[in-house]
């Protein structure tokens, strides 16, 4: 299964949903989708690279926790992220994401808050994984 993001309706805040081969490609992807709310991602150039690592045993609780310590990591930088890995050894949890400070030549969508536990979900799919969650905007 190629990896992609996709979103669904949830009333004022936005679903983000990866989905991937493995859960660690699904999670990559649910990144890339709450990320792409914030900026087109195309347009970040890869010139700053956070590190994120945390422990939890939950695969769910994990997709929310990747996704808010990459959140505050970007806005500990200063910076917009756009491209993202994560590898499970256990109950560990490490992760990277690539991307630039905010410069004035990206135009910036809609800020996301936090991921939250709404609707949250990681599954196996046929052929592959899903992950999703709601995120406050």
Request: charged share 30%; aromatic share 8%; proline share 2%.
């Amino acid at each position: 299964m190629p990896g992609s993001h996709d979103y669904f309706e949830h009333g004022a805040d936005i679903g983000v949903i990866g989905r991937g081969a493995s859960v660690e490609e699904a999670f990559a992807q649910a990144a890339c989708a709450m990320f792409a709310i914030m900026v087109d991602r195309e347009a970040v150039r890869p010139t700053l690279t956070v590190e994120v690592d945390f422990d939890e045993a939950d695969r769910e609780l994990a997709l929310v926790r990747w996704l808010n310590a990459l959140l505050a990591a970007a806005r500990e930088h200063g910076a917009i992220l756009a491209h993202f890995e994560v590898h499970q050894e256990g109950d560990r949890w490490r992760g990277l994401g690539r991307g630039e400070r905010w410069r004035e030549a990206l135009a910036r969508g809609t800020e996301v808050k936090g991921a939250t536990l709404t609707a949250l979900a990681v599954r196996p799919l046929d052929g592959g994984w899903e992950a999703r969650c709601v995120v406050d905007v």
